[in-house]
Protein backbone atom coordinates (compact mmCIF):
# COMPACT_ATOMS: atom_id res chain seq x y z
CA UNK A 1 0.00 0.00 0.00
CA UNK A 2 1.50 3.44 -0.99
CA UNK A 3 0.32 6.22 1.26
CA UNK A 4 0.30 9.86 0.58
CA UNK A 5 0.27 12.34 3.02
CA UNK A 6 -1.06 15.59 0.71
CA UNK A 7 -3.84 15.85 -1.38
CA UNK A 8 -6.09 18.09 -2.18
CA UNK A 9 -9.17 16.22 -3.18
CA UNK A 10 -12.17 18.49 -1.51
CA UNK A 11 -10.27 21.76 -2.28
CA UNK A 12 -9.63 20.95 -6.08
CA UNK A 13 -13.57 19.43 -6.69
CA UNK A 14 -15.22 22.23 -4.76
CA UNK A 15 -13.16 25.34 -6.35
CA UNK A 16 -12.61 23.85 -9.95
CA UNK A 17 -14.79 21.17 -10.40
CA UNK A 18 -12.41 18.52 -11.06
CA UNK A 19 -14.62 15.72 -9.62
CA UNK A 20 -12.52 13.10 -7.47
CA UNK A 21 -14.83 9.62 -8.87
CA UNK A 22 -13.91 10.32 -12.38
CA UNK A 23 -10.69 9.58 -14.36
CA UNK A 24 -8.61 13.26 -14.33
CA UNK A 25 -9.20 16.07 -15.81
CA UNK A 26 -6.91 16.97 -18.55
CA UNK A 27 -3.23 17.94 -17.88
CA UNK A 28 -4.36 16.94 -13.91
CA UNK A 29 -3.35 13.71 -12.20
CA UNK A 30 -5.59 12.82 -9.06
CA UNK A 31 -8.84 10.84 -8.81
CA UNK A 32 -10.11 8.01 -6.70
CA UNK A 33 -9.20 5.87 -10.40
CA UNK A 34 -5.98 7.12 -10.51
CA UNK A 35 -4.95 6.41 -7.39
CA UNK A 36 -6.55 3.17 -7.09
CA UNK A 37 -4.94 2.23 -9.97
CA UNK A 38 -1.47 3.04 -8.73
CA UNK A 39 -2.04 1.24 -5.75
CA UNK A 40 -2.19 3.96 -2.83
CA UNK A 41 -4.53 3.15 -0.63
CA UNK A 42 -4.32 5.70 2.17
CA UNK A 43 -4.41 9.18 1.48
CA UNK A 44 -4.49 12.21 3.70
CA UNK A 45 -7.09 14.39 2.65
CA UNK A 46 -6.96 17.93 3.14
CA UNK A 47 -9.44 20.71 4.01
CA UNK A 48 -7.43 23.91 2.69
CA UNK A 49 -9.26 26.99 2.57
CA UNK A 50 -7.85 29.93 0.44
CA UNK A 51 -8.08 33.17 1.80
CA UNK A 52 -8.51 36.15 -0.13
CA UNK A 53 -5.30 37.73 -0.44
CA UNK A 54 -4.61 34.27 -2.63
CA UNK A 55 -7.07 35.09 -5.01
CA UNK A 56 -4.60 36.09 -7.96
CA UNK A 57 -2.14 33.55 -7.38
CA UNK A 58 -4.55 30.73 -6.78
CA UNK A 59 -6.37 31.62 -9.59
CA UNK A 60 -9.82 31.35 -7.80
CA UNK A 61 -12.47 33.45 -6.71
CA UNK A 62 -13.64 30.55 -3.95
CA UNK A 63 -11.81 32.64 -0.85
CA UNK A 64 -12.62 33.71 2.03
CA UNK A 65 -12.81 37.02 4.15
CA UNK A 66 -13.27 36.28 7.28
CA UNK A 67 -13.35 33.24 9.99
CA UNK A 68 -16.69 32.22 9.47
CA UNK A 69 -16.69 32.06 6.04
CA UNK A 70 -13.38 29.75 6.14
CA UNK A 71 -15.93 27.54 8.60
CA UNK A 72 -18.38 26.98 5.52
CA UNK A 73 -15.72 26.74 2.57
CA UNK A 74 -14.11 23.47 5.08
CA UNK A 75 -17.46 22.55 5.94
CA UNK A 76 -18.11 21.97 2.26
CA UNK A 77 -15.16 19.96 1.98
CA UNK A 78 -15.87 17.15 4.79
CA UNK A 79 -19.38 16.98 3.02
CA UNK A 80 -17.78 16.44 -0.54
CA UNK A 81 -15.69 13.63 0.88
CA UNK A 82 -18.72 11.99 2.59
CA UNK A 83 -20.52 12.21 -0.46
CA UNK A 84 -17.65 10.47 -2.55
CA UNK A 85 -17.70 7.52 0.28
CA UNK A 86 -13.97 8.43 1.32
CA UNK A 87 -14.08 6.37 4.63
CA UNK A 88 -12.26 8.41 7.30
CA UNK A 89 -9.97 6.49 9.65
CA UNK A 90 -9.85 8.18 13.27
CA UNK A 91 -8.34 6.14 15.18
CA UNK A 92 -5.68 3.46 15.70
CA UNK A 93 -8.17 0.64 15.86
CA UNK A 94 -9.58 1.59 12.14
CA UNK A 95 -6.41 2.06 10.85
CA UNK A 96 -4.76 -1.17 12.22
CA UNK A 97 -8.17 -3.08 10.48
CA UNK A 98 -8.03 -1.06 7.61
CA UNK A 99 -4.09 -1.95 6.73
CA UNK A 100 -4.94 -5.74 7.86
CA UNK A 101 -7.50 -6.26 5.32
CA UNK A 102 -6.57 -3.44 2.44
CA UNK A 103 -6.03 -4.75 -1.01
CA UNK A 104 -5.59 -3.32 -4.02
CA UNK A 105 -8.76 -1.03 -5.24
CA UNK A 106 -9.69 -0.07 -1.72
CA UNK A 107 -8.76 3.39 -0.46
CA UNK A 108 -9.37 5.47 2.63
CA UNK A 109 -8.43 9.05 4.14
CA UNK A 110 -7.30 11.31 7.41
CA UNK A 111 -8.35 14.87 7.18
CA UNK A 112 -6.23 17.18 7.66
CA UNK A 113 -6.80 20.85 7.70
CA UNK A 114 -4.27 22.71 6.09
CA UNK A 115 -4.49 26.22 7.86
CA UNK A 116 -6.65 26.54 10.28
CA UNK A 117 -8.74 29.60 9.81
CA UNK A 118 -12.01 27.49 9.37
CA UNK A 119 -11.10 26.83 13.15
CA UNK A 120 -13.31 30.06 14.47
CA UNK A 121 -11.75 29.61 17.77
CA UNK A 122 -9.74 26.80 19.40
CA UNK A 123 -12.98 25.81 21.89
CA UNK A 124 -14.84 24.78 18.31
CA UNK A 125 -12.05 22.57 17.88
CA UNK A 126 -13.90 20.01 19.03
CA UNK A 127 -17.02 20.39 16.22
CA UNK A 128 -14.29 19.33 13.76
CA UNK A 129 -12.61 16.90 15.33
CA UNK A 130 -16.31 15.12 15.89
CA UNK A 131 -16.30 15.62 12.24
CA UNK A 132 -12.91 13.82 11.46
CA UNK A 133 -10.42 16.27 11.60
CA UNK A 134 -6.84 14.02 12.75
CA UNK A 135 -3.92 16.23 11.96
CA UNK A 136 -4.28 20.22 11.92
CA UNK A 137 -1.36 22.37 10.15
CA UNK A 138 -2.18 26.35 12.07
CA UNK A 139 -0.85 27.69 8.46
CA UNK A 140 -0.70 28.16 5.08
CA UNK A 141 0.22 32.06 4.48
CA UNK A 142 -0.47 33.84 7.69
CA UNK A 143 -3.48 33.20 9.75
CA UNK A 144 -5.01 34.36 13.17
CA UNK A 145 -3.02 31.54 14.60
CA UNK A 146 0.45 31.46 12.74
CA UNK A 147 2.99 32.99 10.52
CA UNK A 148 3.26 31.34 7.77
CA UNK A 149 4.39 30.88 4.31
CA UNK A 150 5.64 34.10 3.03
CA UNK A 151 4.35 36.15 6.30
CA UNK A 152 6.87 35.81 8.67
CA UNK A 153 5.53 35.28 12.68
CA UNK A 154 5.44 33.60 15.33
CA UNK A 155 2.21 31.82 16.81
CA UNK A 156 0.08 34.04 17.73
CA UNK A 157 -2.19 34.08 21.36
CA UNK A 158 -4.86 32.30 19.61
CA UNK A 159 -2.17 29.62 18.05
CA UNK A 160 -0.97 29.17 21.02
CA UNK A 161 -4.40 28.08 22.45
CA UNK A 162 -5.28 26.30 19.65
CA UNK A 163 -2.39 23.68 20.50
CA UNK A 164 -3.29 23.59 23.53
CA UNK A 165 -6.94 22.57 22.53
CA UNK A 166 -4.95 20.35 19.83
CA UNK A 167 -2.96 18.32 22.57
CA UNK A 168 -6.04 17.79 24.67
CA UNK A 169 -8.26 16.34 21.88
CA UNK A 170 -5.41 13.78 20.79
CA UNK A 171 -4.91 15.76 17.10
CA UNK A 172 -1.50 15.59 15.12
CA UNK A 173 0.12 18.66 14.37
CA UNK A 174 1.73 19.52 10.87
CA UNK A 175 4.14 21.96 11.01
CA UNK A 176 3.88 22.64 6.32
CA UNK A 177 3.76 26.11 6.27
CA UNK A 178 4.63 27.32 9.34
CA UNK A 179 6.98 30.28 9.81
CA UNK A 180 10.31 29.70 11.31
CA UNK A 181 9.36 31.25 14.37
CA UNK A 182 6.24 29.19 14.52
CA UNK A 183 8.19 26.65 14.43
CA UNK A 184 10.46 27.16 16.99
CA UNK A 185 7.16 28.39 19.20
CA UNK A 186 5.25 25.56 18.49
CA UNK A 187 8.89 22.85 19.09
CA UNK A 188 8.90 24.95 22.58
CA UNK A 189 5.24 24.06 23.76
CA UNK A 190 4.02 21.13 22.22
CA UNK A 191 4.67 17.23 23.63
CA UNK A 192 1.88 15.34 21.04
CA UNK A 193 2.88 14.15 17.79
CA UNK A 194 4.40 15.76 15.09
CA UNK A 195 4.87 16.14 10.98
CA UNK A 196 5.37 17.72 8.35
CA UNK A 197 3.31 16.50 5.67
CA UNK A 198 4.79 18.09 2.05
CA UNK A 199 7.86 20.06 3.00
CA UNK A 200 10.95 19.53 1.13
CA UNK A 201 14.83 20.37 1.80
CA UNK A 202 15.49 23.70 2.24
CA UNK A 203 19.20 22.83 1.86
CA UNK A 204 18.15 21.84 -1.98
CA UNK A 205 15.68 24.75 -2.86
CA UNK A 206 16.41 27.84 -0.63
CA UNK A 207 13.19 29.51 0.84
CA UNK A 208 10.85 29.34 3.79
CA UNK A 209 8.57 27.44 2.13
CA UNK A 210 10.98 24.27 2.78
CA UNK A 211 12.17 22.86 5.91
CA UNK A 212 15.68 23.11 7.51
CA UNK A 213 17.87 20.21 8.25
CA UNK A 214 17.41 20.90 11.94
CA UNK A 215 13.57 21.20 11.70
CA UNK A 216 14.04 17.68 9.84
CA UNK A 217 16.31 16.36 12.66
CA UNK A 218 13.52 17.59 15.88
CA UNK A 219 11.16 15.99 14.08
CA UNK A 220 12.74 12.72 13.92
CA UNK A 221 13.96 13.31 17.53
CA UNK A 222 10.17 13.27 18.70
CA UNK A 223 9.53 10.14 16.59
CA UNK A 224 7.72 12.09 13.34
CA UNK A 225 7.41 12.37 9.95
CA UNK A 226 8.26 14.43 6.75
CA UNK A 227 6.65 13.74 3.72
CA UNK A 228 8.29 14.66 0.18
CA UNK A 229 6.20 17.15 -2.24
CA UNK A 230 6.23 16.48 -6.00
CA UNK A 231 5.43 20.44 -6.91
CA UNK A 232 8.49 21.46 -8.97
CA UNK A 233 9.33 24.40 -7.49
CA UNK A 234 9.47 22.14 -4.56
CA UNK A 235 11.82 19.84 -5.43
CA UNK A 236 14.82 21.92 -7.85
CA UNK A 237 14.81 25.72 -7.98
CA UNK A 238 14.91 25.58 -12.37
CA UNK A 239 14.09 23.35 -14.96
CA UNK A 240 11.82 20.46 -15.27
CA UNK A 241 11.39 17.92 -12.28
CA UNK A 242 11.97 13.92 -12.39
CA UNK A 243 11.55 11.55 -10.01
CA UNK A 244 15.54 11.95 -9.16
CA UNK A 245 14.49 15.12 -7.53
CA UNK A 246 11.70 13.26 -5.53
CA UNK A 247 14.44 11.00 -4.42
CA UNK A 248 17.13 13.87 -3.64
CA UNK A 249 14.88 15.16 -1.30
CA UNK A 250 14.05 11.71 0.36
CA UNK A 251 17.68 11.06 0.51
CA UNK A 252 18.42 14.41 2.26
CA UNK A 253 15.89 14.28 4.57
CA UNK A 254 17.21 10.79 5.92
CA UNK A 255 20.14 12.13 6.29
CA UNK A 256 18.61 14.94 8.56
CA UNK A 257 16.25 12.95 10.20
CA UNK A 258 19.28 9.96 11.40
CA UNK A 259 17.64 7.59 9.47
CA UNK A 260 14.77 7.13 6.30
CA UNK A 261 12.24 5.82 8.96
CA UNK A 262 11.41 9.05 9.07
CA UNK A 263 10.65 10.35 5.44
CA UNK A 264 7.33 9.40 3.20
CA UNK A 265 5.45 10.83 0.63
CA UNK A 266 3.58 13.83 0.54
CA UNK A 267 2.87 14.86 -2.92
CA UNK A 268 0.71 17.66 -2.57
CA UNK A 269 0.02 16.74 -6.96
CA UNK A 270 -2.90 18.81 -8.27
CA UNK A 271 -2.35 21.30 -5.40
CA UNK A 272 -2.66 24.56 -7.23
CA UNK A 273 -0.42 23.05 -10.03
CA UNK A 274 -0.70 20.66 -12.48
CA UNK A 275 1.21 17.96 -14.09
CA UNK A 276 3.69 20.39 -16.26
CA UNK A 277 4.72 21.54 -12.75
CA UNK A 278 5.11 17.53 -11.32
CA UNK A 279 7.78 14.99 -11.73
CA UNK A 280 5.79 12.22 -13.61
CA UNK A 281 2.66 12.57 -16.11
CA UNK A 282 0.51 9.95 -14.78
CA UNK A 283 0.00 8.01 -11.38
CA UNK A 284 1.29 4.97 -12.68
CA UNK A 285 4.96 6.47 -13.16
CA UNK A 286 4.78 6.08 -9.49
CA UNK A 287 6.18 2.02 -10.12
CA UNK A 288 9.45 3.99 -11.09
CA UNK A 289 10.28 5.50 -7.62
CA UNK A 290 11.04 2.07 -5.49
CA UNK A 291 13.51 1.33 -7.72
CA UNK A 292 15.31 4.46 -7.81
CA UNK A 293 15.27 4.81 -4.18
CA UNK A 294 16.43 1.21 -4.07
CA UNK A 295 20.02 3.01 -5.41
CA UNK A 296 20.22 4.37 -2.14
CA UNK A 297 18.14 2.15 0.67
CA UNK A 298 17.28 -1.29 1.36
CA UNK A 299 13.82 -3.11 0.20
CA UNK A 300 11.96 -2.89 4.13
CA UNK A 301 13.25 0.86 3.83
CA UNK A 302 11.93 1.54 0.52
CA UNK A 303 8.84 0.18 1.41
CA UNK A 304 8.67 2.37 4.65
CA UNK A 305 9.20 5.36 2.56
CA UNK A 306 6.74 4.45 0.35
CA UNK A 307 3.85 3.82 2.46
CA UNK A 308 5.07 2.03 5.64
CA UNK A 309 6.68 4.72 7.84
CA UNK A 310 3.54 7.36 7.63
CA UNK A 311 1.38 3.80 8.99
CA UNK A 312 3.57 3.24 11.57
CA UNK A 313 3.49 6.95 12.45
CA UNK A 314 0.07 6.76 12.57
CA UNK A 315 -0.39 3.50 14.49
CA UNK A 316 1.13 5.49 17.48
CA UNK A 317 -0.44 8.97 17.13
CA UNK A 318 -4.15 8.63 16.24
CA UNK A 319 -6.19 8.39 19.27
CA UNK A 320 -7.37 5.14 20.64
CA UNK A 321 -10.99 3.62 20.39
CA UNK A 322 -11.49 4.73 23.45
CA UNK A 323 -9.97 8.63 23.62
CA UNK A 324 -11.63 8.36 19.86
CA UNK A 325 -15.14 7.59 21.10
CA UNK A 326 -17.21 10.49 21.23
CA UNK A 327 -15.86 11.33 17.57
CA UNK A 328 -18.22 10.68 14.76
CA UNK A 329 -16.15 10.56 11.67
CA UNK A 330 -16.95 7.45 9.62
CA UNK A 331 -14.87 4.85 10.79
CA UNK A 332 -12.87 2.82 7.38
CA UNK A 333 -14.37 -0.88 7.21
CA UNK A 334 -11.96 -3.56 7.28
Not at 147 to 157: D, I, N, R
Request: proline share 5%; with cysteine.
Amino acid sequence: MIVDAHLDIGWNAISAGRGFLQPPASGYLVSRPSLVAAEIGLVFATLYTAPARARRSMRTGFVYQNAHEANLMATAQVNYYRSCGLDLIGDRAALAAYARGWKKGRLAGVLLMEGADPIETPSQLGAWTDRGVRIIGPAWGATRYSGGTGAPGGLTELGRQLLKAMRRKQVILDLSHMADQAVADAFGMWRGPVMASHSNARAIVPGDRQVTDETVAEIARRGGMVGVSFYRQHLRSSGHATLNDVVNHVVHHARSAGGPEHVGLGTDLDGGFDARHAPIDSLARLKGLPARLRLHFNRAQVEGIMGGNWLTFLERSLPSPLQGSNQKARIARP
